[in-house]
């Protein structure tokens, strides 16, 4: 009986029988999907998820099917309502992207096509290489240069510190391990810069007290007198400095390093030079922008986001190293079971797991590449300059509004303010707080000078002045009603 049954599913697959009522299904979904996008506007920005929705996620291991309908009403009713809202306008937290309906369809179309990019001799890996030659473009690096898609710029910054280890060390290093080369490598980033840098040191078996935190100036820029002096300290003091990291936009305030400075230091300093650019470096699209981040060609590699300012749906963090050879040697792993072949699948050698730590990886390259194609680079770059305006008259509204205090200077895309009044970093968490779950903005708040700010950070191409308009009224009616007092100004 038992292998009866067996005998009669044995040509069953996941795939249903009539694709019919699945193509109706999924007809509905995408048009749901659009109109979703469509309307955003009109939603909150964003809803605390009900208990009682949150407990519908308790529910065992499901044995039998449900139907795709079913799971798809449970999707509408539990999970799409409580999104974090990011592809929402008025979200301005934290540096989040909007996505894009073009890239929402790309992913549609690689989950279809379900690649694995670790390797082998297909389009989707050429797909990812064609990105790797157009961000080589946009930041100026040469031929010689090897990128790959990563998470994100946490995982971006991870493994240029790894390449720049290698490099330092010798390939060598990757059996023998720091510890046997006897030296104590020092590397160097800015007290503003991203705690992922901290935590690649950590990863990396550093220790992150080998990183040096350099002060900065008061637009929070490196000061590049004090990371000499911090590198001829160590040197004095026996270790190895080997490692300048600069930012193209701090997480804080949007602070783009002298870029030019860290580049010319860090050569004659013989110091590997990397360049954090997860937040602004894709404005180096905007020929307007471009300026401010003069020597980022200069750099050894260079981490980014297309997922932040580029608008491709998540996740699309992109690691460039300015010398593949280099890049390969850090992480190329032979196995027999990955064997290269002059023809045949196994084909197209160097593939992507010979640049990063993942063998198994999604097809991120296809919403990229339709991202960037359907809009193409002038108009993100154009889109880009649009949110950094933005942002220039959110810090003029800031600056007229006697209740309000700017804290921070506008290097980019990101404000920093507060509104005035008793117990101010209470009372701005409540603001920023009682704003997010009225669903009417969303910013977020950081420190700066130890003083809790309330920060606004333009990145979702989705934001106009409106939403602009949208945040300071509400800080100013939130602010009044919280500290009681009239919000008529004075
Ligand atoms: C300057 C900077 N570096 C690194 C990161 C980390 O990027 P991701 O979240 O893509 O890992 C961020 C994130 O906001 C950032 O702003």
């Known amino acids: 009986m038992i292998g009866d049954e067996r005998q009669d599913r044995s040509d069953e697959t996941l795939d249903p029988q009539d694709w019919t009522e699945l193509r109706a299904q999924g007809h509905r979904m995408l048009d749901d999907m659009l109109d979703y996008l ?17 407990a519908r996620f ?38 989040q992207g909007g996505g ?45 240069a090897s990128g790959i898609f990563v998470t994100g710029a946490s995982m971006a910054n991870f493994i240029a510190l790894i390449v720049a280890r290698t490099a330092t060390l010798g390939v060598e290093s990757r059996r023998t391990g720091i510890a046997a080369s006897g030296k104590s490598l020092t590397a160097y980033v800015s007290a503003a810069a991203h705690g992922c840098v901290r935590q690649a040191m950590e990863l990396a078996g550093f220790g992150s007290d080998a990183l040096r935190m350099i002060p900065t100036d008061a637009g929070q820029r490196i000061r590049v007198d004090a990371l000499a002096d911090a590198v001829a300290a160590d040197k004095r003091a026996g270790h190895t400095p080997f490692l300048v990291v600069g930012n193209a936009g701090t997480v804080d305030i949007g602070a783009i390093d002298d870029l030019d400075g860290l580049a010319g230091f860090a050569k004659e300093a013989r110091l590997w030079f990397h360049v954090d650019g997860a937040l602004g470096a894709l404005a180096v699209l905007s020929p307007a922008l471009k300026p401010r981040f003069s020597g980022i060609e200069r750099a050894d590699s260079i981490a980014f986001d297309f997922h932040k300012f580029g608008q491709v749906p998540y996740d699309a963090g992109f690691i460039l190293v300015r010398d593949s050879e280099v890049h390969r040697a850090a992480f190329a792993s032979p196995a027999s079971y990955l064997r290269r072949e002059a023809r045949g699948l196994a084909g197209g050698s160097p ?7 993942d063998l198994s990886r999604g097809f991120r390259a296809l919403k990229t590449w339709f991202t960037i194609k359907v809009h193409g680079g002038d108009r993100l770059g154009a889109e880009i300059e649009r949110l950094c305006a933005l942002a220039v008259s959110l810090k003029s509204r800031v600056e007229a509004e006697p209740r309000l205090e700017l804290l921070a200077p506008v290097a980019l895309n990101i404000v920093c303010f507060r509104y005035r009044g008793p117990d101010p970093d209470r009372l701005n968490a409540d603001i920023v707080a009682e704003l997010q779950e ?13 003083k809790l700010a309330i920060r606004a950070c333009l990145v979702n191409h989705r934001i106009r002045q409106c939403d602009i308009d949208t945040l300071i009224d509400g800080v100013l009616a939130v602010g009044a009603e919280l500290a009681g007092v009239s919000d008529a100004v004075e």
């Open 438 to 450: 009225r669903g009417i903005v969303a910013p977020s708040t950081t420190t700066v000078d130890g």
């Open 38 to 54: 469509a309307h955003l506007r009109e939603r909150p920005v964003w809803q605390a998820m009900p208990a009682t929705a949150r």
């Open 58 to 95: 308790h529910d065992d291991l499901p044995h039998e099917p449900a139907d795709l309908e079913a799971v798809y009403r449970d999707f509408q009713e539990l999970i799409l309502p409580y999104s974090a809202g990011n592809a929402h306008p008025g979200f301005m937290g934290w540096v």
């Open 100 to 144: 894009n309906a073009a890239g929402m369809l790309a992913e549609m179309l690689a989950a279809t096509v379900n690649s694995n990019c670790g390797g082998r001799d297909h389009a989707a890996l050429e797909v990812e290489r064609q990105i790797g030659v157009w961000a080589r473009q946009m930041v100026g690096f040469p031929d010689t």
């Open 351 to 357: 593939w992507p797991c010979d640049f990063g730590p």
